[in-house]
């Protein structure tokens, strides 16, 4: 079990590049699938997560290539629609295949995912829009069985903006007859992402924002596209800049993704400059940031909510976060009051006071965003921490210990 070792108290200063995004790439390697042709995805972040999805494609019987940022998928010899419990069991992301493997072989053996563990997330709005398009799915404890004769078109009203189920339901429709539509999709940035690669494969999808139609049955070829900026990996550097009063720019980066985390920074009493591709945050002092309420994009991120209240921890005031999108998103919150931080949460609500200084503790990440919050407040507590179970955050950061570094950070990886 790999543990950061973290010595705080240093502001963060410099200069780093951010990976393309993790939320972005692995419904683009599940889509790979689907094309049944070779494929390239360039900035591919080096984490956990991809890795877990190219050893679900070569299960399926894909060849897969990873050097450096760059991967490549020949679906062409794709072979096999079963996936194993301990290949879904390594990330959430895994049930995406299920669209994929019904629009390219019409039957599916998988097993519910893993992944982070916040709470009741539920894919009964994949199976209910699957099962409208002509799948036969039965879900037997953990098993999914999903066969059809051939999908069809229909219109699928999404009764909330999933973003698995929308990335879901867009790759299963590339193999149905007829378009599907689909409403009340969700707007992330990646979702946006995944239209634009598979427009490039030769997709028909067309309208935009809620509003999808994505017509069957196109015959598709491979690609080559650049996955996007991460803005999540974004909002935790720009978090632990502002925590420990630092002056960090952020370069490949999108700011039009991270209106509402940028408006709270600066709510907060940060600085922050946008020119010629970067953005650039700097703090002298930190000042509570008024309620914070996650939601759908283009609302503040489900994902920005613990790396912000880790910076909130050591504000002047008081800030309230209400937390909409998942039921156990505040697991975070007993490792930071380790720290010294002063939060109650119940239920949905967590209220922060902020308090002049935190101080090192032992601590254990229990998922991917709230690890990176237990590094922010370590980075900007007095004296060292500890925090075990570094794997969470591996899954979705890419040479995190080196880039913080590269940014002053005292923190080292004990294996």
Same mark, same amino acid.
């Given at each position: 079990?790999?543990?950061f070792?973290?010595?705080?108290?240093?502001?963060?200063?410099?200069?780093?590049? @951010?990976?393309?995004?993790k939320?972005?790439?692995?419904?683009?390697?599940?889509?790979?699938?689907?094309?049944?042709?070779?494929?390239?995805?360039?900035?591919?972040?080096?984490?956990?997560?991809?890795?877990?999805?190219?050893?679900?494609?070569?299960?399926?019987?894909?060849?897969?290539?990873?050097?450096?940022?760059?991967?490549?998928?020949?679906?062409?010899?794709?072979?096999?629609?079963?996936?194993?419990?301990?290949?879904?069991?390594?990330?959430?992301?895994?049930?995406?295949?299920?669209?994929?493997?019904l629009?390219?072989?019409?039957?599916?053996?998988?097993?519910?995912?893993?992944?982070?563990?916040?709470?009741?997330?539920?894919?009964?709005?994949? @199976?209910?829009?699957?099962?409208?398009?002509?799948?036969?799915?039965?879900?037997?404890?953990?098993?999914?069985?999903?066969?059809?004769?051939?999908?069809?078109?229909?219109?699928?009203?999404?009764?909330?903006?999933?973003?698995?189920?929308?990335?879901?339901?867009?790759?299963?429709?590339?193999?149905?007859?007829?378009?599907?539509?689909?409403?009340?999709?969700?707007?992330?940035?990646?979702?946006?992402?995944?239209?634009?690669?598979?427009?490039?494969?030769?997709?028909?999808?067309?309208?935009?924002?809620?509003?999808?139609?994505?017509?069957?049955?196109v015959?598709?070829?491979?690609?080559?596209?650049?996955?996007?900026?991460?803005?999540?990996?974004?909002?935790? %550097?720009?978090?632990?800049?502002?925590?420990?009063?630092?002056?960090?720019?952020?370069?490949?980066?999108?700011?039009?993704?991270? !209106?509402a985390?940028?408006?709270?920074?600066?709510r907060?009493?940060?600085?922050?400059?946008?020119?010629?591709?970067?953005?650039?945050?700097?703090?002298?002092?930190?000042?509570?940031?008024?309620?914070?309420?996650?939601?759908? %994009?283009?609302?503040?991120? !489900?994902?920005?909510?613990?790396?912000?209240?880790?910076?909130?921890?050591?504000?002047?005031?008081?800030?309230?976060?209400?937390?909409?999108?998942?039921?156990?998103?505040? &697991?975070?919150?007993?490792?930071?009051?380790?720290?010294?931080?002063?939060?109650?949460?119940?239920? &949905?609500?967590?209220?922060?006071?902020?308090?002049?200084?935190?101080?090192?503790?032992?601590?254990?990440?229990t998922? @991917?965003?709230?690890?990176?919050?237990?590094?922010?407040?370590? @980075?900007?507590?007095?004296?060292?921490?500890?925090?075990?179970?570094?794997?969470?955050?591996?899954r979705?950061?890419?040479?995190?210990?080196?880039?913080?570094?590269?940014?002053?950070?005292?923190?080292?990886?004990?294996?």
């Amino acid at each position: 079990m790999d543990i950061f070792c973290i010595r705080g108290g240093t502001p963060l200063h410099g200069r780093i590049a @951010l990976h393309g995004a993790k939320n972005a790439a692995l419904p683009l390697l599940a889509a790979t699938l689907a094309t049944g042709a070779r494929c390239e995805l360039l900035d591919c972040p080096d984490i956990s997560d991809v890795t877990a999805a190219c050893a679900i494609l070569r299960h399926l019987g894909c060849a897969v290539e990873q050097h450096g940022g760059i991967v490549a998928v020949d679906a062409g010899s794709a072979c096999r629609s079963d996936i194993p419990a301990e290949l879904m069991r390594k990330m959430r992301a895994a049930v995406l295949f299920l669209g994929p493997l019904l629009a390219r072989f019409g039957t599916a053996e998988l097993s519910l995912p893993g992944g982070c563990v916040l709470g009741a997330r539920p894919i009964d709005l994949h @199976l209910r829009g699957l099962r409208r398009m002509g799948a036969e799915i039965t879900l037997d404890g953990e098993h999914i069985s999903a066969r059809t004769d051939g999908l069809h078109g229909c219109t699928v009203a999404l009764p909330l903006p999933s973003v698995g189920a929308t990335e879901n339901l867009i790759l299963a429709a590339l193999g149905c007859r007829g378009t599907l539509t689909l409403c009340n999709a969700a707007r992330e940035p990646e979702i946006g992402d995944l239209i634009i690669f598979l427009r490039a494969c030769g997709a028909d999808i067309r309208g935009e924002g809620s509003l999808l139609r994505i017509r069957g049955g196109v015959p598709l070829t491979g690609a080559r596209h650049t996955v996007l900026p991460d803005r999540m990996e974004a909002a935790t %550097y720009l978090a632990a800049a502002a925590a420990t009063r630092g002056d960090v720019t952020l370069t490949n980066v999108r700011p039009e993704h991270l !209106t509402a985390v940028l408006a709270v920074l600066e709510r907060a009493g940060c600085t922050l400059t946008q020119q010629n591709g970067m953005l650039r945050l700097r703090c002298s002092r930190l000042r509570a940031a008024g309620p914070i309420r996650t939601a759908p %994009y283009d609302g503040f991120p !489900t994902d920005a909510q613990a790396p912000l209240m880790a910076a909130m921890a050591v504000a002047e005031g008081v800030t309230v976060f209400e937390e909409n999108l998942f039921e156990d998103r505040f &697991r975070h919150v007993p490792a930071l009051r380790a720290l010294g931080a002063h939060i109650h949460a119940a239920r &949905r609500y967590a209220v922060v006071t902020g308090v002049r200084e935190l101080h090192g503790a032992s601590m254990t990440a229990t998922d @991917l965003r709230g690890g990176a919050a237990l590094v922010i407040a370590a @980075l900007a507590a007095r004296g060292r921490s500890r925090i075990a179970d570094t794997g969470h955050i591996d899954r979705g950061y890419a040479c995190f210990v080196q880039m913080l570094t590269e940014l002053g950070a005292q923190i080292e990886r004990e294996m």
